[in-house]
């Protein structure tokens, strides 16, 4: 696989890794009233720190990434093993012509 692959294959991990960490930040509705902007919803964190949601996205994203790549060098999940009623049929190479 060439290297783009890998890099647009992180972006999509990274981007899949975001909407994990992201319900996991912080806890809501410990503020008082009178710090809250208008119209901020009750369940908006207080405090919203971007760099640290994005170094826990990028770690979590890396983890996943470094599981991938070993998966694709060593076979550990494949489509066959994945299939559980038997309806993958051995691809069979064509004739040359």
């Keep these: 696989m060439r290297w783009t692959s890998f890099l647009a294959i992180y972006f999509l991990i ?3 890794s975001a ?5 996991f930040e912080e806890r809501q509705g410990t503020a008082r009233a009178e ?7 009750d369940s908006a964190p ?6 640290r949601v994005a170094l ?7 983890i996943l990434f ?7 060098e060593y076979d550990w999940v494949t489509a066959r093993s ?5 309806g993958m049929d ?3 190479p064509s004739a040359p012509r």
């Design 82 to 86: 994945l299939d559980f009623f038997g």
């Design 66 to 72: 470094a599981l991938f790549v070993l998966n694709y």
């Design 90 to 92: 051995p691809v069979q």
């Design 35 to 41: 710090d809250r902007v208008p119209g901020q919803a």
């Design 14 to 16: 990274w981007t899949l």
């Design 19 to 23: 909407f994990l960490v992201l319900p």
């Design 56 to 62: 826990r996205v990028t770690i979590v994203a890396t």
């Design 46 to 51: 207080v405090r919203f720190r971007a760099g």
